[in-house]
């Protein structure tokens, strides 16, 4: 695989940071990966694996002659850092993000940018509940979507790099407008996330049942609610709050389809439910056909050692 940029810039080096790095020199697609975090003990983490060429203690030394630069931090620290960086963006650069809201990432992004950068927003869609520099693999994105998400009047040649950048990284690129991608990742994301929290949360609160009990009967369906509370409290703050409307709207259908569940139960309508988990296991089938999942035991997921 040949170079695609001749130097990346990373600012934040936890998961998709860290995996990215690994990804690009397995692919050698950059000449050099330079790196920033707010933490100077995440920095000295970074340097102490490896993990990028030069880690810098600054997020405009970091960027400074990077022809991609990608925000690898929290939704809500987007503006702050782009604002920070943007005097040091070189022209003809392009600027990238990771984050999974799309809209409220542009509002806050895009006003700070200098003329001759490139700003195309993208989302790859892959991730564990681990996070930190050392939590990432360069496998993390093979065979999984990344949303591109290009801006009127986008640079049509700024885009078709970053894609193949993505592709050359081991994902599966798609184009998707701001806006449709903020309400299709609340429905496949975002709130499954919330109820996630929510049913770990009341397990906690429900006391008959005890603490030791939840840990040590806990079934496949909720030891993987707790696998997906454990996700980054930050990171899912920032993307709660600023993706309210589309996640606001899928949990009040949410709300709807509980409602007539319970009633449901309530009258006996065995039909219902019946049809209800028919239809629900067909996507299930359609997730594993399409190679976003597998049917083996666990999920998939090989068992740790």
Known sequence: MSRI??????IGLGLIASSMAHAMRRA????????FARSAETRDVAREIGLCDRVCDSAAETVSGADLVVLCVPVGAMGAVAAEIAPALKPGATLSDVGSVKRAVIDAVAPHLPEGVHFVPAHPLAGTEHSGPRSGFAELFDNRWCL??????SDRAAVARLEGFWQALGAHTDEMDADHHDLV???????????????????????RVTDSEVIKYSAAGFRDFTRIAASDPTMWRDVF??????????LG??????????RAIRIGDGDHLHAYFTRTRAI???IIEAGQD???PDFGRARQG
């Open 185 to 207: 990742l609340a429905v496949t994301s975002h709130a499954p996330h919330l109820i996630a929290y929510t049913m770990v949360g009341v397990a906690d609160d429900l006391r």
């Open 284 to 286: 299930r089938r359609s």
């Open 5 to 10: 940029y001749e130097r990346v810039a990373l």
């Open 241 to 250: 709050l600023n993706n309210k409307e589309a996640t606001l709207e899928i």
């Open 253 to 262: 259908r949410f709300t709807e389809e509980l409602f007539a569940l319970q």
């Open 148 to 153: 591109i998400v290009p801006q009127e009047g």
């Open 294 to 296: 597998t049917d083996a």
């Open 28 to 35: 050698g697609v950059a000449g050099e990966i330079t790196g």
